[in-house]
């Protein structure tokens, strides 16, 4: 047994430090970073910070980032949920291969939309706009919303449905008022999915985008400074402010993650 907890907490140290060792950086100066190793900042400083949200360059990309991003949460849940609903409840001829069909859509690298996509979006004036990226990526998002959802809907007897249909409940009311807190583990987590690929997915956010849309990318820093030379405290901040919207997230969704990696497909 202590063999046991020594081997997990050493493997959760190997794991945790280097997350440490960015925050470590991004609150250490670069005369610091440079000249000598230290594992806690001698001089604390949050200059990297103060710059990160002083500078328009990276707080336009930060809002950028996430309106793009819940914008792709919201239309996929709304896109996913009667769908995932549909194969749960009703089989009809070829419906396993149609959701085959979508799931491989999943699988699909998103390097090969790029050009079909970019040539669109200037035909439809969506380039370089939130709406163009949100919709974009839910070219992936709602098949695996579609695939985890349908998991936990197909689990929840039929007869709820039938039952509540019988005692005079309208579709929508039932789903708003019986369903849908059924569901609501499932919606968590397809919800959590959803915004990490969202949130991480740079090929698509960056060809589909200029000054206007940009996002959150640490490569755009990395570009900026090829000049004058990277500074590894500003990168630190920026890879530790990325980090923060998905822990808010697993924050506030916590309960239904809990309850929903237990169920359904996940």
């Known amino acids: 047994m202590k063999k046991r907890i020594i081997f997990l907490v050493c493997f959760y140290i190997l794991l945790m430090f280097p997350i440490y060792w960015m925050i470590v950086n991004s609150?250490?100066?670069e005369n610091e970073i440079f000249t000598m190793t230290t594992f806690f900042p001698k001089e604390i400083t949050f200059a990297n910070y103060i710059e990160i949200f002083t500078n328009p360059i990276w707080t336009d990309s930060l809002i950028n980032s996430i309106i793009y991003v819940c914008?792709?949460?919201?239309i996929t849940l709304l896109a996913a949920i009667p769908g995932a609903y549909a194969f749960s409840r009703w089989k009809f001829r070829g419906s396993n291969h149609l959701f085959f069909w979508l799931l491989t859509n999943r699988m699909a690298p998103?390097?090969?939309?790029?050009?079909?996509?970019?040539e669109l979006y200037f035909t439809l004036k969506l380039f370089d706009t939130h709406l163009g990226v949100a919709l974009a990526h839910c070219l992936f998002n709602i098949p695996l919303a579609v695939w985890?959802?349908?998991?936990?809907?197909?689990?929840?007897?039929?007869e709820i449905d039938e039952t509540a249909f019988?005692?005079?409940?309208?579709?929508?009311r039932f789903f708003r008022k019986v369903f849908f807190p059924l569901i609501a583990p499932g919606i968590g987590v397809a919800a959590f999915f959803v915004f990490t690929f969202s949130w991480v997915e740079m090929i698509i956010a960056k060809t589909l985008t200029g000054p206007l849309a940009k996002p959150m990318v640490v490569t755009i820093a990395v570009a900026q400074q090829a000049v004058e030379g990277t500074r590894w405290g500003l990168m630190s901040a920026l890879?530790?402010?990325m980090i923060l919207p998905g822990i808010f997230v697993v924050y506030f969704v916590r309960h239904y993650l809990a309850k929903g990696f237990s169920l359904g497909r996940v």
Do not use: C, Q, R, Y
């Open 71 to 74: 914008l792709n949460v919201v």
């Open 239 to 241: 890879t530790v402010v």
């Open 110 to 118: 998103a390097a090969i939309f790029m050009i079909p996509f970019t």
């Open 27 to 29: 609150l250490k100066t």
């Open 166 to 172: 019988i005692d005079g409940f309208s579709f929508f």
């Open 148 to 158: 985890i959802l349908e998991g936990f809907m197909s689990a929840i007897p039929k």
